[in-house]
């Protein structure tokens, strides 16, 4: 596939897709004679684990590491291993604390709904 493909696949844009190739976080893309990208089923699945590492807001620096750890081959499972348990573990904290912050949204908006808001006063003293 083409960069504009992978691209438009992920929604992700090519810009992106070039970054990711130049930081490691994706193995070089396999090119045309003419030097064009043509991506892989392997190219793909990299794209794949990558966008959704970052959608669970695990840093550039981290994925850098787990790819160069990936590269070093099979002495490195446990690294690889306690990294993602490592970034497991920041992930739940953040939904715990993203799930206070929506149980308390919720309340707000269930008070508006009853029309039992509290007074500025009470508010203050939360």
């Not at 090119?31 to 590492?53: P, V």
Request: proline share 2%; charged share 30%; aromatic share 6%.
């Amino acid at each position: 596939m083409t960069i504009a493909e992978v691209s438009k696949k992920y929604d992700i844009t090519a810009d992106t897709l070039r970054y990711y190739e130049r930081i490691g976080l994706i193995p070089p893309v396999p090119r045309t004679k003419s030097g064009i990208r043509d991506y892989d089923d392997a190219s793909c699945g990299w794209i794949e684990l990558m966008i959704c590492m970052r959608k669970a807001g695990v840093q550039i620096e981290a994925l850098i590491e787990y790819v160069a750890l990936f590269h070093q081959g099979d002495l490195t499972i446990d690294a690889r291993k306690n990294l993602l348990i490592d970034q497991r573990e920041q992930l739940v904290e953040r939904m715990n604390a993203m799930q206070v912050s929506l149980d308390r949204l919720n309340d707000k908006i269930d008070r508006y709904e009853k029309g039992l808001m509290v007074t500025e006063k009470r508010l203050q003293k939360l």
